[in-house]
């Protein structure tokens, strides 16, 4: 059983920032890629940032600049730095992993696997 765990978010006014997390935890054996994904309301859900197993990162045209996207491999854990907060920036939050756990009887199974979403939300 895993599980992707996300803080961080809240309520925040224009040009404020907030930092979300994401704790993996459960039977991983390793994590290839992680990342963040929104969705507002009447919206597709869209890809923010993304972070491969080696460190490199790939991001929105909408956040570049702004957000930050970082990793901590011993924690399995992912960051989301959100600086300059604009109010389109308003959505649910989801952390998503790449990840091989292992089950009892069958071996090292890949999957993906998706946080329970957080909401952020950018108003005065």
């Known amino acids: 059983q895993v599980q992707l765990v996300e803080s961080g978010g809240g309520l925040v006014q224009p040009g404020g920032s907030l930092r979300l997390s994401c704790a993996a935890s459960g039977s991983i054996f390793s994590i290839y890629g992680m990342g963040w994904y929104r969705q507002a309301p009447g919206k597709q859900r869209e890809l923010v940032a993304a972070?491969?197993?080696?460190?490199?990162?790939n991001y929105a045209d909408s956040v570049k600049g702004r957000f930050t996207i970082s990793r901590d491999n011993a924690k399995n854990t992912v960051y989301l730095q959100m600086n300059s907060l604009k109010p389109e920036d308003t959505a649910v939050y989801y952390c998503?992993?790449?990840?091989?756990?292992?089950?009892?009887?069958?071996?090292?199974?890949?999957?993906?696997?998706w946080g329970q979403g957080t909401q952020v939300t950018v108003s005065s």
């Open positions: 972070i491969s197993s080696g460190g490199s990162t």
């Open positions: 998503n992993a790449d990840l091989v756990t292992v089950v009892p009887g069958t071996g090292k199974v890949r999957s993906d696997y």
